[in-house]
């Protein structure tokens, strides 16, 4: 932001300088006020660009700076973070029936033979 105003400074500055190093006292009176008034409209204009560059850093800026600094309750402590969530039914559901270890039979309970 600062680069941007120092350099438009140094833009009018230079345009200014410019007008007088050409001594517009040599010219005719209308020609003083010719020469002047672009003279002048040349160096606001150009400064322009610089000013919206400025603003335009200074707003984003401030943007990035109220996105991602601003704490979420001002003044008061942070809430807890979560816990860990625990499976829920489903999860539980999925894994016990791949686990299982006895085979379950269909038919008529059979009696050992001896």
Do not use: K
């Not at 300088?17 to 009176?29: D, E, K, N, Y």
């Not at 610089?50 to 991602?68: K, L, M, P, W």
């Not at 860990?84 to 379950?104: I, K, L, N």
Request: aromatic residues 8%; glycine residues 8%.
């Amino acid at each position: 932001m600062f680069g941007s105003i120092a350099l438009g400074l140094a833009w009018f500055a230079l345009i200014v300088h410019s007008f007088v190093v050409l001594q517009p006292g040599r010219l005719a009176q209308s020609g003083q006020i010719l020469t002047g008034t672009v003279a002048g409209l040349l160096a606001v204009v150009v400064v322009i660009p610089f000013g919206y560059t400025a603003q335009f850093a200074q707003t984003s800026r401030e943007a990035i700076d109220n996105i991602f600094n601003a704490p979420e309750n001002e003044g008061e402590p942070r809430p807890p973070s979560p816990s860990p969530r625990t499976p829920g039914p489903a999860a539980t559901a999925s894994t016990s029936c791949c686990s299982a270890a006895t085979p379950t039979t269909t038919g008529p309970a059979s009696a050992p033979t001896a």
